[in-house]
Nanobody
Framework: QVQMQESGPGLIKPSQTLSLTCPPS??????????WNWIRQSPGLGLEWMGS???????DYSPTFKNRASLSRNTSKNQFTLQLRSVTPEDTAVYYC???????????WGGGTQVIVRS
């Protein structure tokens, strides 16, 4: 079973860059067909897909986040990373890393990490 676990700062100030990391367990980020996603849920809102990165490093972004988000990976550490620039209090949310084995479903979820943007 693929296991996901997000890590991040918890609290960040406006205008800073948020960086979150996810090292999947029991799966390599270079495994065929897998896509690795970042999804968030803001207070009172539904889930927002932010972007994903493929086994080969190709990326896809939601138009909402395309200008501020960057996904990258470190194959030697078997982890992928989200960076979100110029955060505002509206970026306060629970952020999830999610694995998709090529079925186009969000199969493997981390427990989520709470990020609060506050000066």
């Amino acid at each position: 079973q693929v296991q996901m676990q997000e890590s991040g700062p918890g609290l960040i100030k406006p205008s800073q860059t948020l960086s979150l990391t996810c090292p999947p367990s029991n799966a390599s980020i270079t495994t065929n067909y897998y896509w690795w996603n970042w999804i968030r849920q803001s207070p009172g809102l539904g889930l927002e897909w932010m972007g994903s990165i493929s086994r080969s490093g190709g990326t896809d972004y939601s138009p909402t986040f395309k200008n501020r988000a960057s996904l990258s990976r470190n194959t030697s550490k078997n982890q992928f990373t989200l960076q979100l620039r110029s955060v505002t209090p509206e970026d306060t949310a629970v952020y999830y890393c999610v694995g998709d084995s090529g079925t186009n479903t969000w199969e493997y979820w981390g427990g989520g990490t709470q990020v609060i943007v506050r000066s």
